[in-house]
Structures are given as C-alpha cells and as structure tokens.
C-alpha cells in the first residue's frame, strides 16, 4: 500500500515548477509538436498522428513589467519562411499571484485562458461561432510539455488530440537546411 500512495503522490505533482513562474518567458523557441488524433466519444477511434512545428517569439516591443506578448507560428520545417502566422498571445500577471493571464485574437474571435503556476498547466479556451477548442499544456521539464486538445466543430466529428511538445536545439540544425538561425534571433 505504501508503494501505491508513494505512486500516487509523486504523479500528482507538477513534474516541472518553474524558477519564477513566468510562463511567457517558458514558452519562446521552436518546438516540436507530435500529437495522436482520436474521435472524441464512443470507442475513440484513432484518427491519425501529426508533427508540427510550433515557434513561439517573444514580441520585446510590447514588453512591459507585468506582461509580454508571444507570437505564435506554425509549419511542417522550422524554416522561418514557410511558417504561418497563428495569432499573438498576451501573457500578463495576476496580481501578486505567480499565475498568469493569457489573451488572444483567433479568427477575429477573442480568446483566453490561464496559465496556473501551482501546478504548472496551461489552460486555453478558443469559443469560435463553429467550435469550441479547450488546450491543456502541462509542464514536464525546461524543454517538454504534454499537451491535450479537445475540439469540437459543426464541420467535422470532434476529436481529442493528445502528445507533447518538445523544444528544438536549433545548435543541431546545419543553417544551409533553411532560415533556422534567424527564428531566435
């Protein structure tokens, strides 16, 4: 019994506690995003399974002491010039509290969600006319979050999606294989 409370506690917790809380200044780089694509109900059928890139940058211009701005990108290579534009995330503080505020346009629709510093999780809320999306990020290391999608639209059969997203060491990446260098600049 002792070694399944021991089990229990240790899954309970944030794997991952950031220094100062500071989600903004987490999620800047180029990260990898794998996910399994599964139908949301029944006997969940798998889908299929995606790799994206994801690069969020930090937008210093719009920098304050209590909030940053994040501009998220995304793509199949990290090669900067063939990424889309996804849509600019603003992370603020919650008062005294190490939680954090995120705001954000998608598809002319505001978006918010909560970055929760107790226990390390991200969670986003997309209210779309069409849809309803809820992210779920949760911190696993300095450079690895497991992440869960819920999605459920008028147009296609809802789906979770789940995996993980982990952050690139773009050192590893000759620059003549696309503009990798300049995405952290």
Partial sequence: MDT???????????????PDGDFGKYLPG?????LDWRHFGGSFDHIHCSNNIVFIDDDRRHQTESSCTLKWSFGKTPDKTRLQAGY???CSKQGSS?????????????????????TSTAVLHYQLPDSTVLVTYRLVDQ?????CIVEVTAQ????????HMSRLDLSLYPSQRGDIASLSA
């Fill in 30 to 34: 180029v990260w990898k995003r794998t």
């Fill in 143 to 147: 450079h690895t979050m497991a992440l």
């Fill in 156 to 163: 296609y059969p809802p789906s979770i999606q789940y995996g």
């Fill in 88 to 90: 600019v995330m603003k």
């Fill in 98 to 118: 190490l939680d954090r505020k995120l705001e954000w346009d998608y598809d002319g629709c505001f978006c918010s969600g909560t970055f929760h510093a107790s």
């Fill in 4 to 18: 399944l409370n021991a089990l229990l506690e240790s899954t309970s917790r944030p794997s991952y506690i950031l």
